[in-house]
C-alpha cells in the first residue's frame, strides 16, 4: 500500500485559488491513473478543492479539514505545510491501526499539489516490499507554459 500524502495551501494564501485547485486535481488524477490500485490519496487543506465536492473519485481519495491561522512569514508557512502533514500522518497511523495486516507496513509519499506521478511508481515501489524507501533522483519541471517542453533536472 502506498499512501500519497498531500498539504494544501490555503485559499486566502493562493494567489490564483482556481489555478491551485486546477493543479491539485491533476496531481490527483495522475496517481488515480496507476496502474496498480494499492493506493490512498490523503489531502489536508483548510479549504476543500470544489472537484472533490462532485463525487468524481472514489474512497481512496480522502480530505481532512484543517483549519490553522494565516502565516504571516516564511516560517509560519513552512510550519503550515508540515502541520498538514502532521494531520495527515496521524490519519496514516489511524488507517495502518484499521488494516487486517498492520505488520506489513505502507509507503508514504508526500506530493505537492503541482506533482504529477508516473502511473507505475505504486506497481513498482509494490515490487520491494523490503525496502525502508526510496529516492527519486530525476524529475521534471514546468515553469507554467503549456506551450513549452518539461524541463528535466537532476537534484
Known amino acids: 500500500m502506498v499512501i500519497f500524502a498531500i ?22 488524477d495522475s496517481i488515480c491513473q496507476n496502474n496498480n490500485k494499492n493506493f490512498k490519496i490523503i489531502l489536508c487543506g483548510d479549504d476543500r478543492p470544489e472537484f472533490l465536492n462532485k463525487n468524481y473519485y472514489d474512497d481512496r481519495v480522502e480530505f481532512i479539514e484543517c483549519k490553522l491561522e494565516k502565516p504571516k512569514t516564511w516560517l509560519e508557512i513552512a510550519r503550515n505545510k508540515y502541520w498538514k502533514l502532521l494531520r495527515i500522518c496521524v ?14 507496513g505502507i509507503y508514504v509519499m508526500p506530493a505537492d499539489d503541482d506533482d504529477l506521478i508516473h502511473r507505475d511508481l505504486v506497481g513498482f515501489i509494490e515490487q520491494y516490499p523490503n ?4 529516492y527519486i533522483k530525476n524529475g521534471f519541471v514546468n515553469y507554467g507554459d503549456e506551450k513549452k517542453c518539461l524541463v528535466r533536472y537532476n537534484d
Open 7 to 28: 498539504p494544501l495551501r490555503a485559499k486566502c494564501m493562493a494567489k490564483n485559488w482556481n489555478n491551485c485547485c486546477m493543479r491539485t486535481r491533476r496531481t490527483v
Open 91 to 104: 490519519r496514516v497511523r489511524e488507517y495502518l491501526l484499521e488494516s487486517q495486516n498492520p505488520e506489513t
Open 131 to 134: 525496502e525502508n524507501g526510496f
